[in-house]
């Protein structure tokens, strides 16, 4: 069975440009999740999916954050225009629904670097 | 709302030693507890969980935890470290459908 994948694996960009990323979720898995470390911070959650429904998106940081879930399958996280703040590794986590949504599994991440 | 604590930056131990990497939670209800661990350029993984039942869990990779209630702590605990071990580890509290963690903890693991 496939894990949750991510894409791109790193990325750099100039303050001020547009970044989206992708998230494809454990085939089957309604539940979906961002989540950021900023700096060797602590990982903090940005905003969950049951399918193509944002149920949560309390910690998105801003306005200048755009997630979507077409169809309930992948999902975009993009970021215009692009802050140096930004920078961080974007983990995308999905889940089955009932007792086993607390149970996330974690993609490798996105490495964003904003300079 | 839900808060982790990991008091451990960096812990360094010696291939063999044993070792506990500590966690608090604050949470009002039962907690879902998890410990993850991220290997360089590797996602996160998980490595154990607690929902209800016994309070001393066992995981992957020869790693056990025990919930405390009383202390609200889960802390993870392998009695023989391997160099392999070496990573990442953070502390997860599960609710309302996200994941609070707590700052991580970095293992380094000595010859």
């Known amino acids: 069975e496939a894990g949750v994948t991510q894409f791109p694996s790193h990325s750099v960009i100039e303050k001020g440009q547009t970044v989206t990323l992708r998230c494809d979720p454990i085939s089957g898995h309604d539940n979906l999740y961002w989540y950021r470390r900023v700096m060797g911070k602590e990982i903090k959650f940005l905003l969950h999916?049951?399918?193509?429904?944002?149920?949560?998106e309390s910690g998105m940081p801003n306005n200048r954050f755009l997630a979507e879930r077409t169809g309930g399958t992948y999902s975009t996280l993009k970021v215009q225009p692009a802050e140096l703040e930004d920078s961080g590794v974007y983990f995308c986590?999905?889940?089955?629904?009932?007792?086993?949504?607390?149970?996330?599994?974690f993609g490798p991440g996105t490495r964003l670097t904003v300079t | 709302a839900q808060s982790v604590t990991q008091p451990d930056i960096h812990i360094t131990v010696s291939e063999g030693a044993s070792l506990e990497l500590r966690c608090n939670y604050s949470y009002g209800a039962t907690p879902y507890l998890f410990w993850y661990v991220q290997s360089p350029g590797q996602g996160l993984q998980l490595l154990l969980k607690y929902f209800s039942g016994d309070t001393l869990v066992q995981g992957i990779k020869g790693f056990e935890a025990e919930f405390k209630r009383s202390q609200s702590s889960f802390n993870l605990r392998k009695p023989s470290v391997h160099w392999s071990d070496a990573a990442e580890y953070f502390c997860?509290?599960?609710?309302?459908?996200?994941?609070?963690f707590g700052d991580g903890t970095t293992l380094t693991v000595k010859p």
């Open positions: 999916f049951v399918k193509e429904s944002k149920q949560d």
């Open positions: 997860a509290v599960g609710a309302s459908g996200k994941s609070t």
């Open positions: 986590a999905s889940s089955q629904q009932g007792r086993g949504s607390y149970e996330q599994y």
